[in-house]
T-cell receptor, first 116, second 112 residues
Framework: EAGVVQSPRYKIIEKKQPVAFWCNPI?????LYWYLQNLGQGPELLIRYENEEAVDDSQLPKDRFSAERLKGVDSTLKIQPAELGDSAVYLCASSGDDRAGYNEQFFGPGTRLTVL | QKEVEQNSGPLSVPEGAIASLNCTYS??????FFWYRQYSGKSPELIMS????GDKEDGRFTAQLNKASQYVSLLIRDSQPSDSATYLC????????????FGSGTRLLVRP
């Protein structure tokens, strides 16, 4: 079974430029998550999707960040304009049908963003 | 107070020893607990999940959960140099079973 796929793996941009990250979850996983991970810290949730619906975006800085998950499969996270403090690893994760309520989340390889 | 606390380490153990990693959490209503392994420059990899008090064993790994004391631990038996990584503890938020709160991780170093 293929894992979560993310692209690009690395991105270097200048501040004020836009950037977008793409994620393809594990096949059949309806729940998709975007996390941000700073060096030396654990991942922090930015947004969670159930199929096409963003059900938890309380941690997403909506003035510059946006996300979409058209057709309930792939997702894109965008930053516009990027700031120096946005330099981090952006992780996508997915989880499957979780009737037992266990919610095991599986992460993609991440995109390492450097803003100069 | 952080919601999920871990000692940052590094925890250094000799090859073949038992490594013991600990995690405490603040939300008494949390129900799901996870351990992720993260190698340097890589993404977190789920290695253990536990939902009931007591021990859960999987190969060389044992997760232990004590909800009354609000701690969860991970034991790694017969530690190998390849186990050297950062271990992240994650606990579900009482607000949502889908929202995981991560600790900052404990760095484990297994000396050959």
């Amino acid at each position: 079974e293929a894992g979560v796929v993310q692209s690009p793996r690395y991105k270097i941009i200048e501040k004020k430029q836009p950037v977008a990250f793409w994620c393809n979850p594990i096949s059949g996983h309806n729940t998709l998550y975007w996390y941000l991970q700073n060096l030396g810290q654990g991942p922090e949730l930015l947004i969670r999707y159930e199929n096409e619906e963003a059900v938890d975006d309380s941690q997403l800085p909506k003035d510059r960040f946006s996300a979409e998950r058209l057709k309930g499969v792939d997702s894109t996270l965008k930053i516009q304009p990027a700031e120096l403090g946005d330099s981090a690893v952006y992780l996508c994760a997915s989880s499957g049908d979780d009737r037992a309520g266990y919610n095991e989340q599986f992460f993609g390889p991440g995109t390492r963003l450097t803003v100069l | 107070q952080k919601e999920v606390e871990q000692n940052s380490g590094p925890l250094s153990v000799p090859e073949g020893a038992i490594a013991s990693l600990n995690c405490t959490y603040s939300d008494r209503g949390s129900q799901s607990f996870f351990w992720y392994r993260q190698y340097s420059g890589k993404s977190p990899e789920l290695i253990m999940s536990i939902y009931s008090n007591g021990d859960k064993e999987d190969g060389r790994f044992t997760a232990q959960l004590n909800k009354a004391s609000q701690y969860v631990s991970l034991l790694i038996r017969d530690s190998q140099p390849s186990d050297s990584a950062t271990y992240l503890c994650a606990v579900n938020s009482v607000d949502s079973s889908y929202k995981l709160i991560f600790g900052s991780g404990t760095r484990l170093l297994v000396r050959p």
